[in-house]
């Protein structure tokens, strides 16, 4: 875990570490850095927009770097993360120091979960042979006036818990699937809740999804031979109280069953779990920070798989409230453990305050907003609001799509309540949330994130898991507990 520390002035103790600021600031003031003739130099470089960076004669610092000033209040395009970014590619030493004195809010929250996210990469998987020196960044020293010390203090604890929890879930979904299993996710789950007494878990195996009625999710995993879970991870942080649930997809492999996808469209299936693997990042964060909450993260774990026993096109499988559902299509299967998943939710305490489900569903999402946005569907415009504020507050945003019901014929089944998929191909991603709306009682508030385009980064031609909508929820989260204190 990489720790961190606040400071209000530079001291020896700092020295070897990495200074990322701005032209202009307070700490290029002192003595021995402006006798620095690089600091000038630097700061003209800076000033007309461009990065300045060095690693010699920046004594006694190991790298100094100056980022223009611009970039520091730009919390719309990212700009002091596309600086940052190539920098720790190849850090030159474990120590970052941080200078926090000039920083728009939402930008320092988007910086600190990077740096603190900088614990996992995919060598730590220990699958391929690093250098002996390499180097990785282990503690955070963030600069501040005296007077901003308290306010960000908090800031950095919150965003140091949310990023623990991303890189929890990063970690699960790096992992090449035929190590993560349905069976593996409930296990290391099991492995990281042991830790805090506040949460706990509940295991439903093939078995008991089929003797509770999930005839979805065990449609979808009955084709494979590592058979499908239901987990279910309970926080109590307060005794008594509505629950908040929230439901993820795991379809820890997804071939698109006998509707088998190409090759290309199958190489990344590993991440088609993101959803459950962030459900349990959230809950992590939740209990890092002891919320007085009552929580529930509903994981719906199967692989999508060929075999005999396979689901076919056409197959109707029955939901556990009593919904039928005909299987158009077999590739469209994350809406059918989903749905599953959310119907097991709500019947599961006597009052919850709200369902969100998170999934990586549909690529017709990543076509209409791209990589930055992930996809909201709901009919409750108080939840609709609430998250896209979070969403503007944390800096992981979503934007709204239609759902209504002009979308019911996307549903429409001869032989079934409903069918999987529209057979004319259209409005992919809010027909998907149509189907889903129906396994969520109309007294439950419900939410849908689609996040194919978000769950994932990418950069140079590979893809790694994201953590997103870790931050998106627990501003989400933190906001209602606020709004719940002063009403």
Known sequence: MITYRLFTALSSELAQGHLITFPGSALLEEAWLQENP????????????????TRFGCGPFARITLIPLNAWQDSFTDTLLAFLRPLFA????????????NIDDTVLMKTLRFLFNQAHNLSDLGL????????????ISAYCTGTDASRLETLFSQQQAIANGMVAARRLADIPSEQCTPQFVVEEAQRLCAALPALSCEVLNEHDIVEQGLGLLHAVGKGASRPPRLLALHYEGISSGPVRSYVGKGVTFDTGGLWLKEGAGMYTMKYDMCGAANVLGLMLS???LNLPVRVMGVLALAENAIGPDAMQPGSVARACNGMTVEINNTDAEGRLVL????AWASQRHEKTRYIIDLATLTGAVVKALGYELSGLMTQDNALRHALTVAGEQSGDEVWSLPLDA?????????????CNTPTNNAAISASAAWLLHHFCPQNIPWAHLDVSGTALWREGGKSVASGRPIPLLMQHLLNDLAAEEYS
């Open 128 to 139: 391929k042979t690093l250098p002996a020196d390499s180097l990785s960044l282990r503690h």
């Open 406 to 418: 002009r979308l019911k014929k996307q549903t429409d089944s001869a032989i079934a309540d409903l």
């Open 286 to 288: 939740i209990a890092e």
């Open 90 to 101: 190849a850090p030159v030493c474990n120590n970052v120091l941080l200078d926090c004195s």
């Open 38 to 53: 690089l600091i000038a130099e630097m700061t003209t470089l800076a000033e007309q927009g461009k990065l300045a960076d």
């Open 339 to 342: 749905s599953d998943a959310i």
